[in-house]
């Protein structure tokens, strides 16, 4: 479930736009793409099986994650 939330919330934060993730999550061009269309997959799934109001807490929680294994990496 992380692993689908890291991946929508990565859909998320680019704007839901294919140039955007491709400059924010650098590979080669073709790699991007193939993620992209599964990042947006993982996130139209847990959206659909969650509904909106836990998805978005869903986002939240992962993003508060995230921050705290920055702090944790930067001590």
């Excluded at 992380?2 to 929508?8: H, T, V």
């Excluded at 790699?31 to 659909?48: N, P, Q, T, W």
């Amino acid at each position: 479930m992380l692993n689908a939330a890291e991946a929508a919330l990565e859909y998320e934060d680019c704007g839901r736009d294919l140039k955007h993730y491709s400059t924010q999550y650098p590979t080669d061009s073709d790699a991007a793409r193939a993620l992209f269309d599964y990042v947006r997959s993982e996130s139209r799934i847990l959206r659909r099986l969650l509904g909106e109001a836990p998805y978005s807490e869903l986002l939240r929680l992962v993003r508060r994650h995230r921050e705290k294994q920055k702090e944790r990496l930067v001590q």
